[in-house]
């Protein structure tokens, strides 16, 4: 495991990659989608496990995604989310929609290892006349009964914020369960946490439950309040002052520039130095 | 006892739903995230019939959820779940919802958040209530532009139940899904057939005598107002703050 | 949930059923398998998660099985598993192979309400050949790709021993996630535990991700070191000298009946009353 | 330092397989339940290179999964475990395992455990390291009765990789899937040729010259009773114990 500042840890991330990321209600990178639109990011491929949120309009706002996989992309109870919506409504992002439960499936087939895994639902939803590499097959087990099945997904990088990592690079995500399957299913996964513990997180088995052991773990590095506005778990609450502002402000081009000077680059003093 | 809340009213409706005794008992009710009206129905029916299951998405006290976001689908698949809710931007008159937006897929003139779970769960679950509080032509609409989850399914498809009813701001509405079409049964107070004819796009039957849309009793009102009420405060404080100022303190739920 | 003793616990399984159980070194459900011994079971149909060891191989010897479907049967350290070899070549019971890997998938697949999943390896294994009800197709999204195809395993009941559980029926298996698997596929899952906590488990954000939730249990019931022989997390060791006594006892059909009356039965006193 | 144990050799023979510079670099070394040797030499292979994750099954302190059982096989498929070790009530010449039994299947004659997560193992990691300590013409035959898994595969059958060596309580042995052969490249002290020959049932292709298995050289020795029998105290207590009395008290491994 390597332990990297945030800048460095984002700074892996190459122009044009995949990117699993979770959404805002499930310790969601936020902070380090705020060091991707630092560094200048561009045409990344976003994938909401199983939606996203603020992480995913933050980056289209900021011009960074060329296309995004998803259930869903909303601000949840700030309403819309604004970037994502001009973004599709002017078509300068591809939108791959998806259901929840085939983005779980298709990230747990990449993480057992197999080409495709079934799906039951779906058949009758216009998502499957969108979404050619979802195909529907006979179930080979009785006869008449068509499935849909779905390709797996193995996203060239998962980023998440947790709340510790140990010196070994075990990381303790809580009952978050589907960044496991995101760390287990991407080629490379990145995580920020609130703190680096020293002792180790899987000698404890009351921790054991909720680690992510370091042979899934690329890097990490440490960003305080990284999930900042979402919450994390018993850590800190949303911030849903934060959640109203941005969606008030990346209501317009002009305001979502204010949003980013005001809360996402350096100061323009710095900047200038 | 104060004035019936059209939001009580509404939950009041909602929860006599999830305990029509024509329908298979639910034993578990599951409710998707900001949802205040729909949990509020399943903590009442809880109280009213003191044996139903009900687990609530992002939770913030209590969190039934232990693996995951998925457990909520996984649960749905193994039959473990009776009763879910869904809404959508556009609801049309054989049930279907549209939750992707309007004009060129994927939603070039208006673009919703997109289908969450709803592609799964309308077919997985044995019984779902549509809800939604908007009731105007622009959600209820004759045809949806795109079908997110379709209202019924041809023979052949694997499918464990359809939509029962839609709730919404005027009016409930059956459905049935042989007919793939909608009757309204009763409207809120305030609401007549020839509101509610306006504000709808697509057609259906009406029930006759079509009735007013009943307040919860006043035992099922005392529940709401207090147990209910404090059910709700860690998950939804300023609903339950509207709702309820004066909501005792809230229990573990 | 229900809260049982541990005789009406085992009570619960007809003769006939499917019953999922864990190997010794996971939360291994010993004192159940003793109970259903008391109480004269037949006909049980066993499924090793994935493997299986002393709990199947008394149920064996005592008379009460028909069928074993499971990846291995042994005792580990201390040897082959005696009544399951003289059962199997003897006829008397009727026994699936699978491989680990298999049992974990035919079961997610049950979790995941799937008729079937797909599988890599296996192919090129007899064990293909003994399960008619494994299928080799190709895979859909590749030509000339064959892939085996494994049914859903929905077990009658799952049995398993854990730590603790809490009175709305939540209970804490830590790191054995095979057992949630097991919880969620099975349609009824029984448990002992060490005792039951007066907190609600999930309401513990360290907790929570090592629990099973009310939602899956049928009945629970306190079995003090209900795992005994097996060891269980950081609670006890395994108690090797009883593995070995077993593994000795068992040896000769007279030598099982001893074990029986020293470690499962009632004392003669208490039976003759 | 005191003459090198027969187990020490194996330990010795098996991490210099392990760190083959002929074959694709190991990252992380996977063992499963109640293998001793295997760990030992991982362990040592992980000392001499500094860079290596070698995850023990059920290892007692530190266990490095926290998935459930199924783990194991969910790293191997996902390709992150590079090597591991297999063994067999029966190993034939192709390679061939046999964890299943002999006689009428399911082993009327004689029953092993069973196939445990060979099947897959054997397909899904491209590095696999034969280990069974008996070598005699009962365990090595020229053909399983039952195959748990395959020595080799028909092209079209997904195969990461295949069985690099088969090693011994006589002898090393190296695979060539391309010709499904061993051929014999060591002996351990005490053993020829002969003696080899008549205690394996299958053929194989002697290398010449054919060499005597090397003991480790000191480093490596000094490494094997210092932190590698300090790392396998707390999952093989009694083997450390056996082999190494004074090993030193345990380091979280």
Known sequence: ?273 | MSEVLPEERLIGAIARLILDPSRPRARHVAIGAASPIPSAAAYLAREITGDLRVSVLYKRRGNPFTDGTGELFDLAAQGRIDLFFLGGGEIDGAANINLIGIGEWPGRTARFPGSFGSAFMYLLVPRTILFRLEHSPRVLVRRVAHVSAPGTSPPGHFRRGHAEALVTGRAVFAFSPERARFTLVSVHPGESRESVRAATGFDYDIAEPLSETPAPPARELALLRGPVAAAMVPTYPAFAARLWPAAPIARSA
């Open chain 1, 1 to 273: 495991m390597r332990l990297l500042d945030l800048d460095r840890l984002a700074a892996l991330v190459p122009a044009g990659a995949t990117l699993a990321i979770p959404p805002d209600n499930s310790a969601t990178c936020a902070a380090f989608a705020r060091a991707l639109v630092r560094q200048g990011m561009r045409d990344l491929r976003l994938i909401g496990v199983p939606v996203s949120g603020y992480a995913t309009d933050l980056l289209i706002g900021a011009g960074c995604v060329a296309e995004v996989q998803s259930s869903a992309v909303s601000l949840d109870e700030a309403g819309p989310a604004p970037c994502f919506t001009r973004a599709v409504k002017a078509g300068t992002i591809r939108m791959l929609d998806a259901t929840c439960p085939a983005m779980h499936a298709m990230l747990e087939a990449a993480a057992k290892g197999i080409p495709f895994i079934p799906i039951r639902g779906i058949l009758g939803s216009d998502l499957l006349a969108h979404r050619p590499d979802w195909r529907v097959i006979d179930n080979p087990f009785a006869a008449g009964d068509p499935i849909v099945v779905l390709p797996a997904l193995a996203p060239d990088f998962a980023a998440f914020h947790a709340a510790t990592a140990d010196r070994e690079g075990n990381v303790w995500v809580g009952r978050h369960r589907e960044l496991a399957v995101m760390a287990h299913a991407a080629r490379r996964t990145l995580v920020t946490v609130e703190r680096i513990v020293e002792r180790s997180l899987i000698e404890d088995e009351q921790l054991a439950p909720g680690v992510i052991t370091a042979a899934y773990v690329e890097a990490v590095a440490v960003a305080e309040q990284g999930a900042r506005p979402s919450g994390l778990l018993d850590e800190y609450p949303d911030d849903a002052e934060h959640f109203l502002e941005y969606a008030r402000l990346a209501r317009s081009e002009e305001g979502f520039r204010a949003y980013l000077a005001r809360h996402v680059l350096p100061p323009p003093a710095a900047a200038a130095e």
